[in-house]
C-alpha cells in the first residue's frame, strides 16, 4: 500500500487549498479514506472521512469548510479546505480505512500553513 | 463525542523492561479501540486493532488488552527502536477520535 498527498503550503487565512493522496497497492474503490492532522508538536486529529459508497464524514472543527471527495478511476482522495484558519495550520495526513475500519495505512503527510 | 484519556502522559524506561500504557474512554467503545505509534518526524503505524489485534508485521512484545472503556498496551520488554509516542483512536463512533498520546522516553 502506498498513499502520496500533494497540495501543501503556504496560505493566507481566509484562503482555499485543494489536497490530493493518490493511492496504489489496494482496491482503491473497496476501502474508505480518510485525512488525519497534526498541528505542530500536537497530537492527531481526525478531520474527514469519505466510505466506499461514498458517504462523508467531518469533525466539528472543519464542518462546512472541508470537502472531501474521490475518484475511483484515478485512485485518488481529496480534500477541498475553504475558510482557512491559523488554527488549520498542521501537517495533513491521508490514511486508508476509517469508516468501518482501522487506519491501517498511512501515507508521509503534507504541511499546510495558515499564515499571512 | 467520546473522550479518550490517556496515561501516563510521559512513561520513562529503559530497554528490557515492561511497559503499561493506558487508555480510557468517556463512554463505552466496546473493542473498537486501536493503538498507533508515531516516531519523530514519521507517520503513525498501526499497531493494535480492535483493542488485541496486532497489525502485519508487529512484534508479539506489543500486547493490548480491553474492552468497553479501559484499555492497556503492554510492551511486554522495551527494544530501543519503542522509544515513540503512543496514541490510541476509538471507531465506535462519530467523530472518530484519539487519546492525547502518551511519549515513551528512554531513562
Known amino acids: 500500500v502506498q498513499l502520496l498527498e500533494s497540495g501543501g503550503g503556504l496560505v493566507q487565512p481566509g484562503g482555499s487549498l485543494r489536497l490530493s493522496c493518490a493511492a496504489s497497492?489496494?482496491?482503491?474503490?473497496?476501502?474508505?479514506l480518510s485525512w488525519v492532522r497534526q498541528a505542530p508538536g500536537k497530537g492527531l486529529e481526525w478531520v474527514s472521512t469519505?466510505?466506499?459508497?461514498?458517504?462523508?464524514y467531518y469533525a466539528d472543527s472543519v464542518e462546512g469548510r472541508f470537502t472531501i471527495s474521490r475518484d475511483n478511476s484515478k485512485n485518488t482522495v481529496y480534500v477541498q479546505m475553504s475558510s482557512l484558519r491559523a488554527e488549520d495550520t498542521a501537517v495533513y495526513y491521508c490514511?486508508?480505512?476509517?469508516?468501518?475500519?482501522?487506519?491501517?495505512?498511512w501515507g508521509q503527510g503534507t504541511l499546510v500553513t495558515v499564515s499571512s | 463525542e467520546i473522550v479518550l484519556t490517556q496515561s501516563p502522559a510521559t512513561l520513562s524506561l529503559s530497554p528490557g523492561e515492561r511497559a503499561t500504557l493506558s487508555c480510557r474512554a468517556s463512554?463505552?467503545?466496546?473493542?473498537?479501540l486501536a493503538w498507533y505509534q508515531q516516531k519523530p518526524g514519521q507517520a503513525p503505524r498501526l499497531l493494535i486493532s480492535?483493542?488485541?489485534n496486532r497489525a502485519t508485521g508487529i512484534p508479539p512484545r506489543f500486547s493490548g488488552s480491553g474492552s468497553g472503556t479501559d484499555f492497556t498496551l503492554t510492551i511486554s520488554s522495551l527494544e530501543p527502536e519503542d522509544f515513540a509516542v503512543y496514541y490510541c483512536?476509538?471507531?465506535?463512533?462519530?467523530?472518530?477520535?484519539f487519546g492525547q498520546g502518551t511519549k515513551l522516553e528512554i531513562k
Open positions: 490514511a486508508k480505512g476509517g469508516g468501518s475500519s482501522v487506519f491501517d495505512s
Open positions: 497497492g489496494f482496491t482503491f474503490s473497496n476501502y474508505a
Open positions: 469519505i466510505t466506499y459508497t461514498g458517504n462523508t
Open positions: 463512554q463505552s467503545v466496546s473493542s473498537y
Open positions: 480492535d483493542a488485541s
Open positions: 483512536q476509538q471507531r465506535s463512533s462519530w467523530p472518530r477520535t
